[in-house]
């Protein structure tokens, strides 16, 4: 029975490892607004440029996003594990903050709106 | 029948105990959200000691107490999804009798995370999640491996008494 079980956690490795490559390609562009939605469904957006603070009220719950230097974080909250403020701010396009008590995701966009890499030649 | 309620309770307030004792050991990987999964390794001996109905009940009780007393909805959701996947991805595993504890357990765990993944990925519908999938099955993968050693200790000392 143990052979079977390497054969598991070989596969299981693999599949991380897919996982790996399937992950979204970290973006060096700057960000230049956020974009927030909750559940899946757009709540709105900030320009990066303007320092600001904005309180998203929903009925999962309450966090509070500051925007300042060009980036944004969640510096108040009130889920239980309040992981989302202990999360890096979100500077460059692509960055994200979730807090998934809340369904909250907070994406940093640039203008164009797909991130500052359009293709990758190898 | 009253032994049978008595013992799956037993198994309960361990489960349940375990989830309030893991919380004290110093796990901050700065990955949100992973955690032992010591509670798993409860339902994992009732899969191994107990019939597949007791064992799901207690699964189902502990999961639901669980999220009850954290008070958090959200949370019992995604703990539904990621316990009930894996007790039954786990059940067909031993089932199976393919995998020693050790696989059964690495199953269950990396099925858990993968389960609450997609749970998360379908509420939150943003592709930024994929940047912790990896994080995710390499955490489940591990705390599987560990939980399902110590399943196969337990399982050769409780296996020696003749309660169940």
Known sequence: MKRNDFFLLLLLLLGTLAAFLLRPEPSTAKAEHIQVTVNGKMYGTWKLNTPQTITVSTPYGENVIRIQNGAAYVSKADCPSRDCMKLKPVTNSGDTIVCLPHKLVVEGKSKNGNGGIDTIAH | MAKKITTAGIFTAVALILNYMEMLL??????????????????????????????????ICRILLAGLFSGNG???????????????FMLACFKSNCFSPTGVSLAGGAVHNIAQFITALLLLQTQALLLYLPFLLLAGIAAGFCNGLLVVKLLSRLGKIHIF
């Open chain 2, 26 to 59: 110093p796990f901050n990987i700065g990955i949100p959200g992973i955690k032992p999964g010591l509670a798993n390794l409860v339902v994992l001996l009732a899969i191994y000691l107990l019939p597949p109905a007791e064992a799901f009940a207690i699964a």
């Open chain 2, 74 to 88: 959200i949370a019992l959701a995604f703990s539904l999804a990621g316990g009930l996947s894996s007790f039954f």
